[in-house]
């Protein structure tokens, strides 16, 4: 597509309860990371994906979180068992390899948890 | 540890120029990056350094210096839709994964 698509745009939950979020990177693109936009708070690295190596996972929170990219392509990012402070924008964001190649993020799921 | 600063919230009127400061501390350093980011939107990328310098793109320039741990956005002739959130971001090394700042919120007013 044109850009890094993520759906849903908005998602409401109960606590106790598991979200999945996706996101279809621009094709071609190589490397992909998820990010958490709390309130007031920078951008938080989540994890990250490149190519067919093993994914950086050092910025999941706790073991409530995974990720997967399957086929070098879309991405799901899940949440088990929800808790209120998981509530944030997700912003999951690819890019070409290389030094100086930009990230194109996507628009985000902003997530909810009663 | 790693640490990059800018300030919370700025304002300036249309027409002037305003500068945003970022200071860094990263266990190393392969790059910045400044991202503009619109209230509900997604974060847009505006400019990249990673030699000492500035570098300009019309209204926008960016300047480096790595022995100071220091870069600014500088933006001239402010416009109304310059009103926004200004993302300072660093790169340690290769393709690890951009640091970035808490942002600095631009105001714009007449």
């Known amino acids: 597509g044109a850009g890094v698509s993520q759906s849903p745009s908005n998602k409401v939950t109960e606590k106790g309860k598991d979200v999945e979020l996706r996101c279809d990177p621009i094709s071609g693109h190589t490397a992909l990371y998820w990010y958490r936009q709390s309130l007031g708070q920078g951008l938080e690295f989540l994890i990250y994906f490149q190519g067919n190596s093993a994914p950086d996972k050092s910025g999941l929170p706790s073991d409530r979180f995974s990720a997967e990219r399957t086929g070098g392509s879309v991405s799901t990012l899940t949440i088990q068992r929800t808790q209120q402070e998981d509530s944030a924008v997700y912003l999951c964001?690819?890019?070409?390899?290389?030094?100086?190649?930009?990230?194109?993020f996507g628009s985000g799921t902003q997530l909810s948890v009663l | 540890g790693q640490n990059i600063d800018q300030p919370t919230e700025m304002t300036a009127t249309e027409g002037a120029i305003v500068q945003i400061n970022c200071t860094y501390q990263t266990s190393g350093f392969n790059g910045l990056f400044w991202y503009q980011q619109h209230a509900g939107e997604a974060p847009t990328f505006l400019s990249y350094n990673v030699l000492d310098g500035l570098e300009e793109k019309g209204r926008f320039s960016s300047f480096l210096s790595r022995s100071k741990g220091y870069s600014y956005l500088l933006l001239k002739e402010l416009q109304m839709k310059d009103s926004a959130s200004y993302l300072c971001?660093?790169?340690?090394?290769?393709?690890?994964?951009?640091?970035f700042g808490k942002g600095t919120r631009l105001s714009v007013i007449a």
């Open positions: 964001a690819s890019r070409k390899t290389g030094n100086n190649e930009k990230l194109f």
């Open positions: 971001a660093v790169r340690n090394s290769g393709n690890t994964p951009l640091v």
